[in-house]
Nanobody, 119 residues
Framework: VQLQASGGGLVQAGGSLRLSCAAS????????MGWYRQAPGKQRELVAL???????YYAESVKGRFTISRDIAKNMVLLQMNSLKPEDTAVYYC??????????????WGQGTLVTVSS
């Protein structure tokens, strides 16, 4: 599975950005897709996740501001980010999870896209 993320950039606090991630390759049986982020000097953290049935999970820090959605037909996952704050500044990574017949789970990562929020 290959993931291609796009949509990062520079925005002022209070503004909006939309991140897109397109999956290609062996996308059959992808169970979940999501977005992680890593700020300078910090560990990578889960931002939002959407599972194949449509259930979503959001980090507490982004609830009410970010919305994750998935276009299964296009193998894409989107992250709409509103009311951005300087603390949202980070490199955002697209992620996909696929359960394997062995019982393990394979994780795939996109290349990362930088989001910078100025105050």
């Amino acid at each position: 599975v290959q993931l291609q993320a796009s949509g990062g950039g520079l925005v002022q606090a209070g503004g909006s950005l939309r991140l897109s991630c397109a999956a290609s390759g062996r996308t059959v049986s992808i169970n979940a897709m999501g977005w992680y982020r890593q700020a300078p000097g910090k560990q990578r953290e889960l931002v939002a996740l959407i599972i194949s049935g449509g259930s979503t999970y959001y980090a507490e820090s982004v609830k009410g501001r970010f919305t994750i959605s998935r276009d299964i037909a296009k193998n894409m996952v989107l992250l709409q980010m509103n009311s951005l704050k300087p603390e949202d500044t980070a490199v955002y990574y697209c992620n996909a999870e696929r359960p394997e017949s062995s019982g393990s789970v394979s994780y795939y990562w996109g290349q990362g896209t930088l989001v910078t929020v100025s105050s």
